[in-house]
């Protein structure tokens, strides 16, 4: 089992930057691939990036390409969501996800894919 807990979001204007963090506690977090994912209201929860368990391997979706980051610290449980360039419609609540399938290096971008979730960190970026 995995707990997983963000923290980082806020209140931002255009063009500003934010860093996510997503604490893990439990087993194995650095044998799991981990990923973000956001939610706008009225949306579904949509693939922001993901990282394999080396941290070797990243994928993004096409609208955050260039402008966020993820990464990992296995030695310290966490995993990190670099946002830059912030953009008004970047507002959603931003979730950190985990596969258990461990040691793998396919990023999934479908949220049934993963198996522990957590709460989520509101993000929100002023025009």
């Known amino acids: 089992q995995v707990q997983l807990v963000e923290s980082g979001g806020g209140l931002v204007q255009a063009g500003g930057s934010l860093r996510l963090s997503c604490a893990a506690s439990?087993?194995?977090?650095?044998?799991?691939?981990m990923a973000w994912f956001r939610q706008a209201p009225g949306k579904e929860r949509e693939f922001v990036g993901g990282?394999?368990?080396?941290?070797?391997?990243?994928s993004y979706t096409d609208s955050v390409k260039g402008r966020f980051t993820v990464s990992r610290d296995n030695a310290k449980d966490t995993m990190y969501l670099q946002m830059n360039n912030l953009k008004p419609e970047d507002t959603a609540l931003y979730y950190c996800a985990a596969d258990s399938t461990l040691y793998s290096s396919q990023i999934y971008s479908s949220a049934q894919d993963y198996e522990y979730w957590g709460q989520g960190t509101q993000v929100t970026v002023s025009s």
């Open positions: 990282i394999n368990w080396s941290g070797l391997v990243t």
């Open positions: 439990g087993r194995r977090f650095s044998a799991y691939p």
